[in-house]
């Protein structure tokens, strides 16, 4: 029996300057049993915490929803998964996604004195409520996009179901990866040949697929700013590979590979609509064997 994916949520921060737009990757430490030495966006699972209506109402997202009860729920998590994205960036780069009650960004001299805490934060997910609140802070949803939705294969014995979210760097901000598990961190150049970062540097579909579909949408709209506003209601579909072992190797099959469909294992449904973009990238992948996810062998 498959396992049940956890929910989860990841960061893409993005900036720009004289060397034009890039987005921020950071290595996790080489020591962890899962995808040790990987380059990936800060992020991580969503904890109850994130989602209860204290914290909600402490960060002003406890707004009120339209829909019916068992849509309340969705809504309530969706919330949770922001804070959980904007929780976990605070933890392994010492970024803080929130602002002040006049709107501003959290200022580089708040975020400085906050970094003690990050430990804190850590080993409580649910004192980061309270940490931005006693200073005056809360989460302006409208300042993360939902950029991607990934879904950890059925075979994999540990998996998660991701929202990746995209939004500016604070200015001012630095990033400081001294966390447990993140140990350096990389801007990443997004003017990149074909859409695509080098695969000897980002592996794992969802990160290499989530950061050409961004490099691909600047190109379009031209800069950070622009991007934010005409991307802010973009449609999001969950994309679920398959795995196949295929001569000792896993190959991981996208949803919009020719034999998706009749591989083994759960998968997105036949009518799925697949983004466009999305079909220019290869629909098929040999991961190295530390980050498939499979027991080795």
């Known amino acids: 029996m498959a396992a049940i994916p956890r929910d989860a949520s990841s ?54 929803y339209p829909g019916i009860a068992a849509g309340r729920a969705e809504h309530e998590k969706s919330r949770g998964l922001i804070v959980a994205a904007c929780r976990e960036t605070f933890e392994e780069t010492g970024i803080v996604l929130a602002h002040h009650a006049n709107g501003d960004f959290c200022d580089a001299i708040l975020a400085d004195s906050l970094q003690p ?30 950029w991607s939705h990934w879904i950890t294969p059925s075979l994999v014995p540990k998996r998660f179901d991701t929202r990746f979210f995209v939004t500016p760097m604070p ?10 598990e993140a140990t ?53 579909v969950p994309m679920m590979p398959k795995m196949l072992r295929v001569d000792g190797r896993i190959t991981v099959l996208m949803p919009w590979d020719t034999d998706y469909q009749s591989a083994p294992g759960e ?7 697949i983004p466009a973009q999305y079909l220019l990238f290869p629909s098929r992948v040999v991961p190295p064997r530390h980050i498939s996810g499979m027991p080795a062998g």
Do not use: N, Y
Not at 219 to 235: I, P, T
């Open 267 to 273: 998968g997105v449904p036949h009518a799925t609509h």
């Open 184 to 236: 350096e961190f990389l801007w990443l150049d997004l003017r990149m040949r074909d859409g695509l970062p080098e695969e000897s540097l980002v592996h794992a579909p969802p990160t290499r697929f989530s950061l050409a579909d961004l490099a691909l949408s600047l190109r379009k709209h031209g800069s950070v700013d622009r991007l934010m506003q005409s991307e802010a209601a973009r449609v999001v």
């Open 117 to 146: 805490f990050r430990a804190d934060v850590s080993r409580d997910a649910g004192f980061f409520p309270s940490l931005l609140a006693d200073h005056g802070l809360g989460i302006d949803p409208a300042r993360l996009i939902t």
């Open 11 to 64: 960061v893409i921060l993005m900036r720009s300057g004289g060397e034009g737009e890039q987005a921020l990757l950071i290595r996790r430490h080489a020591s962890l049993a899962f995808a040790g030495g990987t380059w990936v966006f800060p992020g991580g699972k969503l904890e109850p915490s994130d989602a209860s209506p204290e914290t909600l109402k402490a960060l002003g997202l406890a707004d009120e």
């Open 171 to 180: 200015p001012g901000q630095i990033v400081r990866c001294d966390s447990a």
